[in-house]
T-cell receptor, first 114, second 110 residues
Framework: ETGVTQTPRHLVMGMTNKKSLKCEQH?????MYWYKQSAKKPLELMFV???????ENNSVPSRFSPECPNSSHLFLHLHTLQPEDSALYLC?????????????FGNGTRLTVT | GIQVEQSPPDLILQEGANSTLRCNFS?????LQWFHQNPWGQLINLFY???GTKQNGRLSATTVATERYSLLYISSSQTTDSGVYFC????????????FGTGTRLLVSP
């Protein structure tokens, strides 16, 4: 699927670095999501932006900070991460105001924290 | 919150064999999707199937919402079918939040 584009595909960062993940969707959707996939764990929803409202999973640490400047773009700002934050970070989008539409995922950013 | 269980956790098939993957969920849902995650991590949307039956080539899926389960059928499996298959649901209550099962890891050998 090419409707949701994530950059970079791979990222290696030290614990003191600050970096950002980017996601862009070209599907005309109005909701965007960040998911985290760690080894041997189910995908975990981190944040949802829907109709300019943000909903977050309360278990996500503050070192992860999302930003959604418009309905097509989503960022995840990272700072002072820990090695256990190494994971695959997946962005998704959907259409919220037409009932329940399927989510479409990007290819993910594989993050390694050293 | 809603619980999603998938079985089997691991499956090894010979190329050409058929298989059935199961997804059980603990509450009524208004959205159910099946995904295939390939070895590169890419999540491919296979079916959006909150109820009923759909077919797409060698794959088909059936969701029986009243009995809270869904099945994914893979026929004449190919090595490219290898990867992890996830079921994900959205509960009828609360904010739309897609909850994933732990997946079925499939390996198709030639």
């Amino acid at each position: 699927e090419t409707g949701v584009t994530q950059t970079p595909r791979h990222l290696v960062m030290g614990m003191t670095n600050k970096k950002s993940l980017k996601c862009e969707q070209h599907l005309g959707h109005n909701a965007m999501y960040w998911y985290k996939q760690s080894a041997k764990k189910p995908l975990e929803l981190m944040f949802v932006y829907s109709l300019e409202e943000r909903v977050e999973n309360n278990s996500v640490p503050s070192r992860f900070s999302p930003e959604c400047p418009n309905s097509s773009h989503l960022f995840l700002h990272l700072h002072t991460l820990q090695p256990e934050d190494s994971a695959l970070y997946l962005c998704a989008s959907s259409r919220m105001d037409r009932g329940n539409s399927p989510l479409h995922f990007g290819n993910g950013t594989r993050l390694t924290v050293t | 919150g809603i619980q999603v269980e998938q079985s089997p956790p691991d499956l090894i098939l010979q190329e050409g064999a058929n298989s059935t993957l199961r997804c059980n969920f603990s509450d009524s849902v208004n959205n159910l999707q099946w995904f295939h995650q390939n070895p590169w991590g890419q999540l491919i949307n296979l079916f959006y199937i909150p109820s009923g039956t759909k077919q797409n080539g060698r794959l088909s899926a059936t969701t029986v919402a009243t009995e809270r389960y869904s099945l994914l059928y893979i026929s004449s499996s190919q090595t490219t079918d290898s990867g992890v298959y996830f079921c994900a649901v959205v509960a009828n209550t609360g904010f739309q939040k897609l909850v994933f099962g732990t997946g079925t890891r499939l390996l198709v050998s030639p």
